[in-house]
T-cell receptor, first 112, second 115 residues
Framework: KQEVTQIPAALSVPEGENLVLNCSFT??????LQWFRQDPGKGLTSLLL?????REQTSGRLNASLDKSSGRSTLYIAASQPGDSATYLC???????????FGAGTQVVVTP | GAGVSQSPSNKVTEKGKDVELRCDPI?????LYWYRQSLGQGLEFLIY????????KSGLPSDRFSAERTGGSVSTLTIQRTQQEDSAVYLC?????????????FGPGTRLTVL
């Protein structure tokens, strides 16, 4: 059974510092991995999707890497800003129908 | 066009009542998913639709939960005889197809509180 883990559960950094968020999964047979952002009381915003054949994906200040063989993905956010404060969730897709298995998330606070 | 929309945004109901939650996916998206987010369980999958068919209902927690989709568009999640443990945020997502290359886009959710 696929297990998705995100460590740490919470993280606080000063503005300008780079953020490194970790996601690990137990079964390497995945179709893709998706990173989301969730603001309090809101739905999920898709940040990046990495296909199983890809090693990394970039969008602006965000970069996500994927090492399928070791069951790890890392989300890097460069030069963090207070507006980056949110909960970040990773999810892996493990079947052809698209069901996502989520981690519990990392709550990030960027202090001015 | 518009993103995924859900209604109502908040629903408070009494134990034992039935509730209906609605999801409008992004236009043209054939795949639709329901998830539930609760404090103790995190985010968990409920059901998947491809068109109007639901080939994967494996996440529905009990037979009090049902869902349908009509016209390959709007979906309704119905919870009968609600219990306090049903209190959660119910999220809907859609993707262009169910192929492995497609992102899922989420709606804002419906927060259900069962008193």
């Amino acid at each position: 059974k696929q297990e998705v883990t995100q460590i740490p559960a919470a993280l606080s950094v000063p503005e300008g510092e780079n953020l490194v968020l970790n996601c690990s999964f137990t079964d390497s047979a995945i179709y893709n991995l998706q990173w989301f952002r969730q603001d309090p009381g809101k739905g999920l915003t898709s940040l990046l999707l990495i296909q199983s054949s890809q090693r990394e994906q970039t969008s602006g200040r965000l970069n996500a890497s994927l090492d399928k063989s070791s069951g790890r993905s890392t989300l890097y956010i460069a030069a963090s800003q207070p507006g980056d404060s949110a909960t970040y969730l990773c999810a892996v897709r493990t079947d052809s129908w698209g069901k996502l298995q989520f981690g519990a998330g990392t709550q990030v606070v960027v202090t001015p | 066009g518009a993103g995924v929309s859900q209604s109502p945004s908040n629903k408070v109901t009494e134990k034992g009542k039935d509730v209906e939650l609605r999801c409008d996916p992004i236009s043209g998206h054939t795949a639709l998913y329901w998830y539930r987010q609760s404090l103790g369980q995190g985010l968990e999958f409920l059901i998947y639709f491809q068109g109007n068919s639901a080939p994967d209902k494996s996440g529905l927690p009990s037979d009090r939960f049902s869902a349908e989709r009509t016209g390959g568009s709007v979906s309704t999640l119905t919870i009968q005889r609600t219990q306090q443990e049903d209190s959660a945020v119910y999220l809907c997502a859609s993707s262009q197809t169910s192929s492995g290359y497609n992102e899922q886009f989420f709606g804002p959710g419906t927060r259900l509180t069962v008193l």
